[in-house]
């Protein structure tokens, strides 16, 4: 089955710093797609990030990368720059080509001022 | 272009009565999933589900749940003779196609309590 973990519960970043969340995952194909969510307060899930298994080049939008490590089979997140808007609960999700998503337990940020 | 749609938002019901939710997929999506996120955990896929059809209910609970998306209207995951265990976040999301990469989009969830 596959599973995805997050080690992190919980994360803090001062502002304008630099984060990263870790993520790895467990699967037996070759071919799937990961994603980072953001989850804020208002519990509205939303895509950061998305990364296809067959692209050797790691996504980048805007303050947000990810370092994708397929032999590894670790998918970590970074924020740079980090915002106060940014603090939130972030899940790690892994979708195969059956279309399911299955998500990460979460890492929340916290971001101080 | 409205995101996907959920209602209530924010639902109550006792043991023992049944809950309906409520799912409007963005316009031009034929695909909804549907989502379950316990307290202080990740969300869990329940089903997967076509205009009339199940794809897939493989983390649907065997008993008291079931999930229907007709020709016309809303998709509705119904639990019947609800227990303490079933108070979560539910979350539903729609795609235009089954392909397997297309994104789903999620809407803003549904709160149920079981008092």
């Known amino acids: 089955a596959q599973t995805v973990t997050q080690s992190q519960p919980e994360m803090s970043v001062q502002e304008a710093e630099t984060v990263t969340l870790s993520c790895t995952y467990d699967?037996?194909?070759?071919?799937?797609?990961l994603f980072w969510y953001k989850q804020p307060p208002s519990r509205q899930m939303i895509l950061v990030i998305r990364q296809e298994a067959y692209k050797q080049q790691n996504a980048t939008e805007n303050r947000f990368s990810v370092n994708f490590q397929k032999a590894a089979k670790s998918f970590s997140l970074k924020i740079s720059d980090s915002q106060l808007g940014d603090a939130a609960m972030y899940f790690c999700a892994y979708k195969p080509l059956v279309n399911k998503l299955v998500f990460g337990a979460g890492t929340i940020l916290r971001v101080k001022s | 272009n409205a995101g996907v749609m959920q209602n209530p938002r924010h639902l109550v019901r006792r043991r023992g009565q049944e809950a309906r939710l409520r799912c409007s997929p963005m316009?031009?999506?034929?695909?909804v999933y549907w989502y379950r996120q316990l307290p202080e955990e990740g969300l869990k896929f329940m089903v997967y589900l076509q205009k009339e059809n199940i794809i897939d209910e493989s983390g649907m609970p065997k008993e008291r749940f079931s999930a229907e998306f007709p020709k016309e209207g809303p998709s509705i995951l119904r639990i019947q003779q609800v227990v303490r265990g079933d108070s979560a976040a539910y979350f539903c999301?729609?795609?235009?196609?089954?392909?397997?990469?297309?994104?789903?989009?999620f809407g803003p969830g549904t709160r149920l309590t079981v008092l």
């Open positions: 316009k031009g999506h034929s695909h």
């Open positions: 999301a729609s795609s235009s196609s089954g392909s397997s990469y297309n994104e789903q989009f």
């Open positions: 699967t037996s194909e070759s071919d799937y797609y």
